[in-house]
């Protein structure tokens, strides 16, 4: 039977680096090191890396709090010391290192200071850059795009709008628009913005 490749903890690392949000980063780290390299040999970092990995899931789903983040640094400390092996220890130096940044902190307030976590984004359209061309629409496979594709001598379009509530930030609508007129935004909810 061939033998399973362990991925190395450095490897789980560069590939969350290129995430732009601290705690994506973290959340992604977790989650790889819990289908890889953790063995669950001991108790402090199979343990402490589940819990971070729920933990890490509530701040990035906007259900996060305080609590969370006081956790994360109690469960960080001690699998740094108690951890059988180095890969436990280092796990949690990672994640450490990206909670010194406040975008945890943001993130248990309303607001992922990087724009990327979908839980505090929202994908909207520029109506003086949109040409009416209806790709976003042909491609969202929600069903969260508004709007008229524009035909000659007609008048009177549905401007092209994202409808939120249906919305589930895929991206896909962004790559299809000719004119970059989608564009990601800080969620407007949180500021009790009706959309
Ligand atoms: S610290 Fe090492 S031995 Fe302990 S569960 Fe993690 S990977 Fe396994
Ligand atoms: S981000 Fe995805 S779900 Fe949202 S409008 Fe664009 S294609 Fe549709
Ligand atoms: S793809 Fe862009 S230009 Fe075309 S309708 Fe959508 S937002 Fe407007």
């Given amino acids: 039977m061939e033998k399973k490749k362990v991925v190395k903890v450095e490897e789980i690392k560069k590939a969350a680096e290129e995430k732009r949000c601290p705690v994506q980063k973290a959340a992604y780290y977790i989650e790889e090191f819990l289908k890889g390299p953790m063995c669950g040999r001991c108790f402090p970092c199979a343990f402490g890396s589940y819990e971070a990995g729920v ?5 990035i789903e906007g259900s996060g709090k305080e609590e969370d983040i006081f956790a994360l640094r109690r469960i960080t400390e001690d699998m740094i010391v108690a951890s059988l092996c180095k890969r436990g220890k280092d796990s949690a130096e990672f994640v450490h290192e990206w ?4 975008a945890f902190k ?9 724009i990327d976590c ?6 909207i359209i520029i109506p003086e850059k949109c040409t009416m061309c209806g790709l976003c629409k042909e491609v969202c496979k929600y069903n ?10 007609k008048t009177g379009y549905l401007p092209f709008e994202v409808r939120q509530k249906r919305c589930v930030k895929c991206g896909d609508c962004i790559d299809v628009c000719p004119t970059g007129a989608i564009i990601v935004t800080e969620s407007r909810k949180k500021e009790g913005v009706k959309v």
């Fill in 106 to 114: 943001e993130h248990v307030e309303g607001r992922c200071p990087d």
């Fill in 118 to 123: 979908p839980a505090f984004i929202e994908y």
């Fill in 99 to 102: 909670m010194e940044t406040d």
């Fill in 144 to 153: 969260a795009v508004l709007g008229e594709k524009k035909v000659k001598y």
């Fill in 55 to 59: 933990r890490l899931r509530n701040i």
